[in-house]
């Protein structure tokens, strides 16, 4: 079987829909002419998606306020925020360019989804004539909606873990129950884990293997035929064309990332220096067996904050590369991290969304090629 290639999920919003966010905040127009204009992106994401060659799609994310926040709150500005949300929770991560993203913080329980992903998968798969994929948040992300010290009044932190692993489960199944072919979960506090950023106290706690097991705590609960369809991406970060993690040792997380039971993970590289050292971390611990599921290792072999196309012929030559680490049937191509996380993003490396959202199209074109060459040299 040629090598699989899969994107991670997001793409930037044309400009047009992103001052339709921001009208929508300001009250400027209804929720009627936002989704219109959702709706034409979407139909653009998927259209421009499919004309790459690649064989499964997405909708870009394009109705997400962010990557993380899908289920909490409408607008990154915070129209549509849950009750029981304040807008002034943890730092989920402070990057490189020195600005930051904020988590909403749980004031009460019980914690429940606002939306799930399967309402994108709905209007994508109605639009899309190739299969589609989603993407969800991890629990381990969510859980930080919690205080780190501290209890909330009456919902107890356990309690709160409980009906978290509810929500995030229910989110696969409806996603998959919707149409999508293959549900990936973003992990992008794998790596900022060991961070220990001092303005940002979780990243401190040595908090990688509560991660680790609060995702296996709903991985657990698929078969091992459903968990081959069910990944993990992993990542330094990608907002406004900076990272937040990139500097910490890759291999603190990839020693440990394959402990959770995915079938496939999306594993950032191109940015990496040495991107052979990771070829052979993945081969080294991702596993054969994972209770029942070969890990298929998604090689990044584009970087989506660098606005240089990477030619076919550089992907095929990673590729070719890694398989010398990383057996052929468990070897996959796919991009660095979503190509805009989240909904507003100006890509500033590439001067404007729109430019930045040709450059993503062009950049999975070379993928697909790349991928479809390296399989032809390795004879598969
Ligand atoms: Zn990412």
Redesign the pocket.
């Given at each position: 079987m040629a090598i699989p290639a899969e994107n991670?999920g997001s793409l930037p919003r044309p400009m047009r829909l992103q001052e339709a966010y921001a009208a929508y905040d300001a009250g400027e127009i209804d929720r009627e002419q936002l989704v219109a204009e959702q709706d034409a992106a979407c139909h653009d994401s998927i259209e421009r998606m499919e004309a790459t060659g690649q064989r499964i799609v997405s909708d870009g994310e394009q109705r997400a306020s962010s990557f993380a926040t899908y289920p909490l709150t409408e607008t990154l500005g915070g129209t549509g925020l849950a009750d029981n949300l304040a807008p002034d929770g943890q730092f989920f991560a402070i990057f490189d360019d020195g600005h930051h993203r904020q988590l909403p913080r749980l004031k009460s329980g019980p914690f429940r989804y606002r939306t799930y992903a399967a309402e994108f998968v709905e209007q994508a798969v109605a639009m899309a004539t190739k299969p589609v994929k989603q993407a969800v948040i991890a629990p381990s992300m969510l859980m930080l909606l919690y205080p780190l010290e501290g209890e909330v009044p009456g919902y107890p932190r356990e309690q709160f873990l409980s009906d978290l692993c509810d929500e995030t489960e229910k989110d696969i199944r409806q996603a998959f129950a919707a149409g999508a072919s293959r549900v990936s979960i973003?992990f992008?506090e794998g790596r900022l884990a060991n961070k220990n950023d001092a303005r940002n106290p979780w990243t401190g706690r040595d908090m990688l293997q509560e991660f680790i097991d609060l995702n296996n705590r709903v991985l657990d609960r698929f078969t091992a035929d459903e968990r081959a369809d069910i990944g993990l991406?992993?990542?330094p970060?990608?907002d406004l064309d900076s990272v937040h993690s990139a500097e910490v040792p890759y291999e603190l997380l990839l020693s440990k990332m394959f402990q959770i039971n995915a079938g496939y993970f999306l594993i950032?590289c191109a940015s990496e220096r040495d991107r052979e050292k990771v070829y052979e971390l993945c081969g080294k611990y991702s596993r054969a067996d994972a209770n029942g599921v070969g890990q298929v290792c998604f090689m990044g072999v584009i970087d989506p904050l660098n606005p240089t196309v990477e030619t076919p012929e550089q992907v095929r030559d990673e590729l070719t590369t890694a398989a010398r680490h990383i057996p052929v049937e468990r070897l996959g191509a796919t991009d660095?991290?979503?190509f805009s996380?989240f909904s507003i993003d100006e890509k500033p490396k590439h001067g404007s969304p729109d430019f930045a959202r040709d450059i993503a199209f062009a950049k999975i074109a070379a993928r697909v090629e790349g991928a479809a060459m390296a399989s032809q040299q390795l004879g598969i």
């Open positions: 991670v973003d992008t991406h992993t990542c970060g990608g950032q660095d991290c979503g996380p």
